[in-house]
């Protein structure tokens, strides 16, 4: 009765055009393909504009002379172009490092003055914050720069300690701690020191685990290291052999021949999409069999096979000049490698240079030895680190605001101690909710120390835009910009989210 | 067990800081004995924090006043320039525009204001508070700036013989200082007066409202003008070449149109205020929302700019082309949205899109010639065509869609006509806007144009289409991914060159660009923030009552997103104007240019920079701080709103 | 076996009604779990169908496959003779035949009682506001808030948002409601409200789906009862076959844990 009505059901496909299923991919395909079809058309453009300027779009100018003088950096005079965009990006990660570093304390500090049961402390860290957040970063930085270039000129006696510390219309200069001959060597007995200390902790903690005692695992950790390191200082010559490792690594990658890295990379392309629809029909596996697909899946999976077989005509056809630049930047890596940890390296790791004041012609400047800062940088660092500071303080506020206050009560309830409390409660609660936008606030410190160029300070954009000044080379050294800028967030998001992981962990 | 008490009273007492300070109402109603020894000396860590905070504020405080009233400041720098920094070189004999201009603003301001606007009251308690704490300050700050250098008979500071300049003794200073004494004095015994008398439980609740404090406020700045001689010279502007000129006075310049722009805020509040009660305050409503968005586009390429239309051109090209798209395309609407168009209605509207389209692409290559104003007009009549069928049915509705495009369709052609028509006003710069005027003009244009491009890609990023996900997714990472300055570099100097032969843009116009396209990516995080807090219900909701895609984002998931997410908006407004700083760095004149480089190349002001910068940076706190604590104050109407 | 049995029984009523709702051998998978195997029943037309089980059978699943808020992945589903298929437009006509009242409201929040009713009638059936606003009150009025058409969801009781839902669905003018456990998320008292606006729904001939554990609501007006679980219909019958006389052994347990 009732059931014999089902069986009369006959199917009709709808008209692709009302089909939701194709509707939704033809849509999206004719997007991407939109796109990409007018990024190909802008790129054909400027290159047709390019070339009819007669500017030519290569990257040559990375190995020739550029002829610009740097203002400050770990060669002030280059003698490649892309030694010049090398010193800019060190200039760059440096001040990134440094003002990350300074402003992560004070900014912690600011915000606990402002949970300060302190009235005046309170008040004081309300201002701090006010005042620099809604001032912009740039007239910060300008402001500084004009100050610090009216302090007085450098002389030969110049103070406040002569010899150690010289504050000048020049700048700051102060000794300056570096790298000196035998640093890689030491670097792998300390690594060897790293592997041996993590693995004592292990040790220490499941004693603890097993008696109950105190066993100091971080402390006797961390002590392991000290001996190794000063242990280190005397024996790492003997680690020399590694420069001859990587010098037969370097052999070997350049004895690869072209061709067989294409089709590698082609088959990689065309194994990885392989890989992907496997691993996706899998997660539709049933233990029935396989689950029903539908007509969704089945795009997808065309998608992706289309996409391997597009990477591999690409590697293969269209860009084969990626293969040898793979061989060569990695035969240089290995070259460079080996030189660092090569043998003869016995010196000191680590030296100490004092600052010294010169006279090259009519006016005493600075010399090399010393860490000097210019006053481009101690306006874009003071700039950035205080700007980043009052953001900070901010997140730390919220963060340690956010922890529910029953989170305390029950802490104390349970009797714990109030420093056990803090530590192993409210802490790591604060810090999840603290960590993501404290890592952007790390990644927009990265970025704004960009408002170098209007102080002078040679970061990687102003080194950037002298050599395509000189050279007219501006598209080139764009992208450059774009890479360097993309890793930069590429790593600090890393990092951010391995411990936003782990806090995640840490919570459960 | 006692530890653990301490703990929880501790914590107790931060939260209760927290909440404190998020409050708008704190007043500490406690004797002042009481109040200082909870709040400064509760224990002897306490009061030692205290020492060494007051000791540095107060370093910080006398650093600060000997720099400002330093006699090495140059403030006349500054005062000079004024004109300088606000509008660049527009010319002084049209100053006229820019007062109707900002006159038109503060009148449409009080308008809202009064329409809108609940800002509620502040207790006299709390405002004698305020009194008596910056006539404190004030006396504090009299004391620790360093007494005043002495000027001899020639007019020139008396130095020691070390070279150091020679300083009256302090008492003296004090003596100089006597009317700023009696200023604090006045503040102070007007504060302790309003505390003694409001302090009584039952007159402790008796509040004044906001808007009369800050109207009083801005009405004693407006008497300052008219009694105190700012300034002492007015800035004029000689075939590029900036020259002071001494003789007159900025506030007598300036006294009677600030008087007329404080009457007009006053009274359009107060006529809000009236018409909100009225019948027709929707409409008004509507009305005064239209005129925000479409003024500042009025105001700069018209008021501003002046334009000398031609009107033999007017009548035979421009009003009878507004006309027949505005006539026609109201007819093709009209027809479109005939109850039972059906399936033709959708293939007219794709035609129309496709067409409308391809005009763009002809301009690309220069197929064809057609003026751009046709191409806009195509473009929105496809849209509108588009939307159609959402209108299909009754005749009011069909009637709403035909007459919206009739006023856009005049609006377009009204502005693109003006912006066509060459300027009268004669002009030194390429810009016929700089200084403050362009900072707010690009800031308030980025604003607008990345709020439709930031929602959709919002959109994209959060949409099921894995495609479209990964588009945006792209987009927004590489964008966020990389410093604003080297994406203006980058549309600055490389725009040019992806347009094909014929084609030019504008070095402003290529910056707003790629400002644009920036402010964007980082728009649609703080929109998409506030689209995944949506519930999945509200989506299956839309869905079962049979809502078309469209209709759910538009009526359902975007109303709510965006009331979600309007803090950190406003922070996304914040820092967009903060970062227009940067246009300075890319060669355009806005106002931190003209403090940074045009005031020190000046040959009276030559390195003069801090003063200006100094100002620079009070102008941009001024805003950012109003924008920011008013966006506080409705977040907090409206979380309680809600409970 | 029981199937056939069961629904001849309970059409008697119903049996020369057309079909409403067909399904055919309905599959669901969640990547490797499958929530429903091959479930078959019919609806007819004014039937009152009650779907019961344990949490997790795949009764919710089911009811909202039937306007696709969920892609059914094998098998078929008719809705009043049209089939449930990728096609836009069958898609769109299903759902506007079908009304759906959730467990969570999911009132519109930032709308008025009113706009939240009248909003689909306007935008997707083209009626004048007017006449939309007119239904929308004596839909207020049927479920008994009329007082309440200005207010916003937030300021209501659950019962009431529950009604205001319900409202919603029928402003569309549906020939199926599907209700998917509509009191679950209610506090007791309020839930007699929800159930006196459904009885009396389903006095008024409307077909409807109710997926609910409220077995007195089942007893007094389904028409048939259907027990599901694991992803498949156990047992169906009528009220007093259900209740009475059960003839599965899950059906059993199940009524024995819950009654």
């Avoid at chain 2, 301001?109 to 305020?130: D, H, I, P, Q």
């Avoid at chain 3, 259907?226 to 992803?231: A, I, V």
Wanted: charged fraction near 15%; hydrophobic fraction near 50%.
């Amino acid at each position: 009765m009732a059931s014999s009505a089902p069986q009369s059901i006959h199917h009709e496909r709808p008209p692709l055009y009302r089909d939701v299923t194709v509707v939704k991919w033809v849509v999206q395909v004719v997007a991407l393909l939109l796109t990409i079809g007018a990024l190909w058309f802008l790129a054909k453009q400027a290159g047709d504009n390019l070339r009819a300027s007669n500017v030519p779009t290569d990257y040559d100018f990375l190995s020739v002379n550029p002829g610009i003088d740097l203002s400050s950096g770990i060669d002030t005079d280059p003698d490649t172009g892309g030694r010049a965009l090398w010193v800019g990006m060190v200039n760059t990660l440096r001040m990134a490092i440094a003002g990350i570093f300074v402003a992560t304390i004070i900014g912690v500090l600011v915000g606990l003055a402002r949970l300060s049961n302190n009235w005046l402390l309170r008040k004081l860290g309300t201002v701090f914050v006010e005042t620099l957040r809604n001032v912009p970063l740039l007239v910060q930085i300008l402001f500084y720069g004009a100050i610090f270039a009216s302090l007085d000129r450098v002389s030969m006696d110049v103070g406040p300690i002569n010899g150690w510390l010289h504050i000048s219309n020049k700048g700051l200069s102060m000794p300056r701690v570096h790298i000196a001959d035998g640093f890689y060597q030491w670097m792998i007995v300390i690594g060897i020191g790293l592997f041996a200390a993590n693995f004592l902790r292990k040790r220490r903690i499941a004693q603890q685990d097993l008696s109950g005692e105190e066993t100091y695992p971080i402390l006797s950790a961390f002590g392991l290291i000290v001996v190794i390191g000063i242990l280190g200082w005397f024996v790492h010559p003997i680690f020399g052999f590694v420069g001859n490792i990587f010098n037969s690594l370097s052999s070997v990658v350049s004895a690869i021949p072209e061709g067989v890295l294409q089709i590698v990379l082609a088959l990689l392309s065309v194994a990885l999409s392989g890989y992907w629809i496997r691993g996706f029909l899998n997660s539709r596996r049933t233990p029935a069999g396989l689950a029903k697909l539908t007509d969704d899946d089945y795009f997808r999976m065309i998608f992706a096979g289309t996409g391997g077989v597009v990477g591999a005509v690409f590697f293969l056809f269209l860009w084969p000049g990626l293969s040898s630049w793979m061989i060569n930047s990695g035969t240089d890596l290995f070259e460079v490698l080996s030189n660092k940890f090569g043998n003869g390296r016995s010196g000191r790791p680590i030296d100490v240079a004092l600052p010294d004041v010169v006279q090259v012609g009519k006016f005493p400047n600075y010399g090399p030895s010393g860490l000097n800062f210019s006053i481009g940088f101690a306006a874009v660092f003071f700039g950035v680190v205080f700007y980043t500071a009052a953001f900070i303080a901010e997140i730390v506020r919220g963060g340690i605001l956010a922890v529910p206050k029953g989170q305390t009560e029950a802490a104390s309830a349970l009797g714990l101690r109030r420093s056990t409390a803090l530590r192993r409660v409210v802490i790591p609660q604060a810090a999840r909710v603290m960590l993501p936008p404290l890592g952007n606030q790390y990644l927009n410190l990265t970025k704004n120390t960009s408002l170098a160029i209007a102080v002078g300070y040679s970061d990687i954009v102003q080194v950037g835009q002298t050599v395509y000044n000189q050279t007219g080379k501006t598209l080139p050294v764009v992208s450059i910009w774009m890479f360097f800028y993309l890793s930069c967030s590429l790593s600090i998001s890393v990092i951010v989210n391995f411990f936003n992981v782990r806090m995640r962990i840490v919570e459960r | 067990m006692q530890d653990a008490n301490q703990l929880s009273g501790d914590l107790e007492f931060q939260r209760g800081i927290g909440q404190q300070g998020s409050s708008p109402h704190e007043v500490p109603s406690l004797p002042v004995g009481q109040w200082l020894r909870k709040n400064l000396f509760s224990n002897w860590g306490n009061s030692l924090l205290t020492l060494l905070g007051s000791f540095l504020a107060l370093l910080a405080l006398r650093g600060v006043l000997n720099f400002v009233f330093s006699e090495n400041r140059e403030w006349d720098a500054v005062r000079t320039n004024l004109r300088a920094l606000m509008t660049l070189s527009y010319p002084e004999s049209q100053y006229i525009r820019v007062w109707v201009s900002l006159g038109f603003v503060a009148g449409l301001a009080g308008l809202s204001a009064g329409l809108w606007a609940n800002w509620g009251g502040v207790s006299v308690k709390r405002l004698s508070t305020w009194l008596m704490g910056s006539g404190g300050l004030l006396a504090v700050c009299v004391i620790v700036r360093e007494p005043s250098v002495i000027l001899g008979s020639d007019g020139k500071v008396v130095r020691t013989v070390d070279g150091s300049p020679q300083r009256e003794s302090f008492l003296d200073a004090m003596v100089d200082r006597s009317s700023w004494w009696i200023a604090a004095a006045v503040l102070l015994a007007l504060g302790t007066l309003l505390w003694g008398r409001f302090t009584s439980p039952d007159r402790r609740g008796v509040e004044v409202s906001v808007t009369s404090v800050v109207f009083v406020s801005l009405g004693l700045a407006l008497l300052s003008l008219w009694v105190a001689p700012y300034g002492h010279y007015a800035f004029i502007s000689e075939t590029k070449s900036y020259v002071a000129e001494s003789g007159r006075t900025v506030a007598f310049s300036t006294k009677l149109p600030w008087t007329v722009m404080l009457a007009l805020l006053c009274g359009f509040f107060y006529l809000g205020r009236i018409l909100r009660r009225s019948d027709y305050a929707g409409i008004i409503k509507g009305a005064s929302n239209l005129l925000w968005l479409i003024s500042p586009l009025t105001l700069f390429w018209v008021v501003l700019r002046d334009p000398a239309l031609d009107y033999g051109h007017v009548m035979s090209t421009d009003l009878p082309m507004g006309l027949a798209f505005g006539f026609l395309g109201g007819a093709v609407l009209w027809s479109l949205t005939r109850p039972g168009v059906g399936e033709a209605g959708r293939l007219v509207a794709t035609m129309l899109l496709g067409f409308a389209i391809f005009n763009w692409v002809a301009a690309f290559f220069g197929w064809y010639p057609m003026l751009q104003k046709a191409r806009i007009s195509f473009l929105l009549l496809a849209i509108a065509a588009l939307l159609a069928p959402n209108f299909i049915g009754e005749i009011a509705k069909r009637r709403q869609l035909v007459l919206s495009w009739l006023g856009v369709t005049a609006l377009v052609h009204y502005l693109a006509t003006m912006i066509n028509t060459p300027s009268t006003v004669e002009l030194q710069s390429s810009e016929f806007l700089g200084g403050l005027g362009l900072t707010l003009f690009v800031a308030l244009i980025v604003v607008l144009l990345s709020f439709p491009l930031g929602v959709l890609l919002a959109l994209g990023r959060t949409s099921k289409f894995p495609i479209f996900r990964m588009l945006s997714t792209s987009y927004i990472e590489v964008i966020r991914g990389v410093p604003l300055i080297s994406v203006l570099i980058f549309f600055s100097v490389m725009v040019p060159l992806f347009l094909p032969d014929g084609m030019e843009l504008a070095e402003l116009a290529a910056v707003l660009t790629g400002y644009t396209l920036f402010s964007a990516a980082y728009l649609a995080e703080n929109v998409r923030g506030g689209l995944q807090s949506i519930t999945k219900g509200q989506y299956e909701a839309a869905d079962a009552i049979g809502l078309t895609a469209a209709q759910r984002t538009g009526f359902i998931v975007l109303p709510q997103a965006l009331t979600v997410s309007i803090p950190q908006l406003v922070g996304q407004v914040i820092s967009t104007f903060k970062e227009t700083s940067l246009l300075a760095i890319i060669g355009l004149f806005d106002f931190l240019r003209v403090a940074n480089s045009v005031i020190p190349a000046q040959s009276e002001f030559l390195g003069v920079k801090r003063e200006g910068i100094l100002l620079v940076a009070m102008i941009y706190f001024f805003f950012n701080f109003t924008i920011s604590k008013y966006s506080q104050r409705l977040e907090r109407r409206v979380g309680l709103g809600e409970r | 076996m029981s199937i056939d049995d069961a629904t001849t029984v309970a059409n008697d009523r119903l049996a020369d009604r057309e079909d409403m709702i067909v399904c055919v051998d309905v599959d669901k998978f969640y990547g490797d779990f499958q929530a429903l195997k091959g479930v078959t029943a019919t609806i007819k037309e004014g039937e009152v169908a009650v779907v019961c089980g344990p949490s997790g059978s795949g009764k919710s699943t089911w009811i909202r496959c039937i306007n696709r808020l969920e892609v059914h992945q094998g098998g078929d589903i008719v809705v009043d003779g049209i089939e449930l298929t990728n096609d836009l437009r069958n898609i769109e006509k299903i759902r506007s035949e079908v009304g759906m009242v959730f467990q969570q409201f999911n009132l519109f929040p930032h709308l008025t009682v009113l706009d939240n009713i009248t909003l689909a009638p306007i935008w997707v059936r083209k009626k004048p506001r007017a006449e939309a606003e007119a239904m929308a009150r004596s839909l207020l009025d049927r479920v008994g808030i009329p007082e309440q058409a200005e207010k916003f969801p937030g300021q209501l009781s659950g019962g009431q948002q529950q009604r205001v839902a319900i409202a919603r669905s029928l402003a569309m003018e549906p020939r199926v409601m599907l209700f998917d456990e509509p009191t679950s998320a209610l506090d007791p008292e309020m839930i007699k409200e929800v159930l006196d606006v459904m009885k009396e729904l389903a006095r008024s001939g409307i077909t409807m789906m109710v997926v609910t554990h409220e077995m007195g609501f089942a007893r007094e007006v389904a028409d048939r009862i259907m027990f599901m679980e694991g992803g498949e219909i156990v047992e169906v019958g009528t009220p007093e076959h259900f209740f009475t006389n059960p003839t599965e052994d899950r059906t059993k347990l199940f009524l024995s844990q819950i009654l």
